[in-house]
């Protein structure tokens, strides 16, 4: 069985949520997960602000703009009046459902319930249109096999054990359709897997049946060699392996979410990202073999924040990082580039919730300075300690460019870059110029 997973764009507008028939094979037994339609979680987020904020006519307001954007998306994706009265039905519950929130207590809990409502809303309506056409489908609820842990990570065996005899119990049909993104908590809350989870639920539905291979339908074809939204002329990459794919995607490459490889990495499952609106592009698959003594790609990722601790009585000293690390550890907050020198080490985070706390406790063990505002810039390929010269090519390629720390080693396939994110437009053409 295949996952096909669709985007927000994919199923942005009433014409390609029709056009997913083009892709979609009904004859073929599979899962498909919906993103909301493009655009409608950002709506869902400023809601479930106003409403934290205790602004409920910003919030009254916010759903009115929204609610009428679905309104008319129903108008062009029902033909028939019985089901387009039942399109309606659909938007009025999720829309009765957001405006009655005002009556309650707001909290983190309730601003789930809101964001939810995005996926619930593009598989419901994707649903009814499948019955339109006459296309026989069962829409399976995220929430009943989608769960997190207390620290936020996904519990395959929930999936295993609550999805596969939803779909045992209907051997007749082909097409199932789910939503991706949401899941519940450890509490039984809805929660959802953070911004751009759905392609990480198709890859841990993939994992949770054993499925064949999933597939990431989006609106361009395949991971590039670089970020197309800020460099010009990239080009995509026919083959990535599950490691090269999951640095890409851990260090900002948007095409997918930074978790969403390990779990088909696990599971042994190929991952090709392929293109709505050019689906017969090759795109880009992803499994265990790599093209060798290749520079892949360039990715990057913002709003880092970096950390230097020194001591010159106490580095060298054994147990020192053991130290250092413990207080992130304590924090629950984790560190994506490490370099050392003999009087010091620094470090980066992208999570700052508790960087008062961990500098408070730091300070205990050096003097500590802090850098805001800086991005990693990541090249992936085959870097292994057989090779030589390419880090070379990519120092050569920022030498005009102040770097904060260099990471080079820690794997075969990263070498990573820390600057200010002011220079990171520049670093990212430089680096293509120079690479590819
Ligand atoms: P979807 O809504 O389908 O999940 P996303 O917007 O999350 O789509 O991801 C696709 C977008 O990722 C592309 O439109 C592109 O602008 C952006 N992107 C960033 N880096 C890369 C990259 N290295 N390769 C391909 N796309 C990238
Ligand atoms: N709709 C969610 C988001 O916009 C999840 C996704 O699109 O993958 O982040
Ligand atoms: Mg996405």
Redesign the pocket.
């Known amino acids: 069985m295949k996952v096909l997973k669709f985007?927000?764009?994919?199923v942005g507008s009433p014409a390609r949520m029709k056009a997913l028939l083009d892709i979609i094979n009904p004859a073929e037994r599979q899962v498909v997960v919906l993103?909301a339609v493009?655009g409608t979680t950002n709506s869902l987020v400023e809601i479930g602000q106003a409403y934290l904020a205790g602004d409920k006519k910003k919030a009254a307001q916010l759903i009115t703009i929204l609610k009428d954007k679905y309104e008319i998306f129903v108008k062009e994706l029902f033909a028939k009046p019985e089901f387009l009265a039942q399109g309606k039905e659909v938007i009025d519950y999720h829309f009765s459902l957001l405006s009655n929130l005002a009556n309650d207590h707001f909290t983190n809990i309730e601003d789930k319930i809101v964001v939810a409502q995005g996926e619930l809303l593009s598989t419901t309506l994707y649903h009814v249109y499948l019955k339109e056409i006459g296309v026989p489908s069962v829409l399976l609820p995220a929430l009943d096999f989608m769960k997190i842990d207390e620290d936020n990570e996904p519990v395959v065996d929930h999936i295993t054990e609550n999805l596969q005899p939803l779909l045992d119990q209907h051997p007749e049909v082909n097409l199932f359709i789910t939503q991706g993104y949401i899941c519940r908590n450890a509490y039984g809350e809805i929660d959802n897997l953070r911004r751009?989870g759905?392609?990480y639920t198709a890859s841990l539905i993939g994992a949770g049946i054993h499925s064949e291979e999933v597939q990431i339908?989006?609106?361009?074809d395949?991971?590039?060699?670089?970020?197309?939204?800020i460099v010009k002329g990239?080009q995509p990459i026919a083959q990535l392996s599950f490691d090269e794919a999951a640095e890409?995607a851990y260090f900002g490459?948007?095409?997918l979410h930074p978790q969403s490889v390990f779990p088909a990495q696990k599971y042994k499952i190929p991952v090709r990202l392929l293109n709505t609106m050019d689906p017969k592009a090759h795109g880009t698959l992803i499994t265990n073999t790599s093209e060798k003594d290749k520079i892949k790609?360039i990715?990057a990722k913002d709003a880092i924040t970096a950390i230097k601790i020194q001591s010159s009585r106490m580095l060298l000293a054994h147990g020192f990082l053991r130290k250092v690390f413990e207080v992130f550890e304590r924090y629950k907050t984790s560190i994506d580039m490490i370099t050392t020198s003999e009087v010091g080490v620094s470090v980066t985070i992208d999570d700052t919730t508790y960087l008062g706390d961990i500098t408070k406790e730091l300070n205990t063990y050096g003097s500590v300075e802090i850098d805001v505002n800086q991005t990693i810039i990541c090249v992936v390929g085959d870097f292994g300690a057989d090779k030589h010269g390419y880090a070379a090519r990519v120092l050569e390629a920022v030498k005009h460019i102040p770097l904060r720390m260099i990471s080079y080693g820690g794997s075969d396939h990263n070498l990573s870059l820390l600057v200010k994110t002011e220079d990171k437009v520049e670093t990212l053409r430089s680096l293509h110029n120079r690479l590819f």
């Open positions: 985007g927000g764009t994919s993103s493009s751009g759905s392609d339908w989006t609106d361009i395949g991971m590039h060699n670089n970020d197309p939204r990239t890409l490459a948007k095409i790609s990715a």
